[in-house]
């Protein structure tokens, strides 16, 4: 009688096993949505005054949206940018840590006046892309749009929130 229990046991011990590990779920990616661009106002860029073009910014101006920017993005529109705004004018220092998209970073001082930038940040690194100056706006722009749009030290910019 005891052998015969004890088989039970056995027996029913493995095919509990053997269901169980039938019925795990396979290693699978999981899905995430694409984060889109959302239009949060726009910004004209200056040179002697004059308005030289105009772009739809996203505002990042919580710790949450600066700490996380564009990372994750997979695109950003030809005429689109990330306008990163704090309360102060500091040094500061952004990484591409995350981020998919070269990008051109744009330092402004509290006047809005370009102090640095750095062109063609390389994604997905950690090294640091300091200000040269004290700044309290950073835009990010696809890479190549410094060039493209002849961005200058001592120009300025206008924003407005929608």
């Not at 056995?10 to 169980?20: A, C, E, N, W």
């Not at 920017?69 to 940018?81: A, D, F, P, V, W």
């Not at 998919?100 to 001082?109: K, Q, T």
């Amino acid at each position: 009688m005891r052998k015969c229990i004890k088989g039970i046991f056995i027996f029913s011990l493995t095919t509990g096993m053997l269901f169980s590990c039938a019925n795990e779920p396979k290693e699978s990616s999981i899905e995430t949505e694409e984060i889109l661009f959302t239009k949060e106002g726009e910004l004209s860029f200056l040179k002697g005054g004059e308005v030289e073009r105009t772009i739809d910014i996203e505002i990042a101006d919580t710790p949450y949206e600066r700490e996380t920017g564009l990372m994750y993005r997979k695109s950003l529109g030809e005429n689109q940018g990330m306008l990163f705004i704090y309360s102060n004018e500091a040094s500061r220092s952004f990484y591409m840590k995350n981020t998919y998209i070269p990008l051109d970073l744009i330092f402004y001082n509290k006047d809005s006046i370009v102090v640095s930038f750095h062109e063609n940040a390389v994604p997905l690194t950690e090294t640091s892309i300091p200000s040269n100056f004290p700044a309290q706006f950073i835009l990010e722009l696809n890479a190549g749009k410094v060039e493209e749009w002849n961005i200058e030290t001592g120009d300025k910019i206008r924003f407005t929130r929608d």
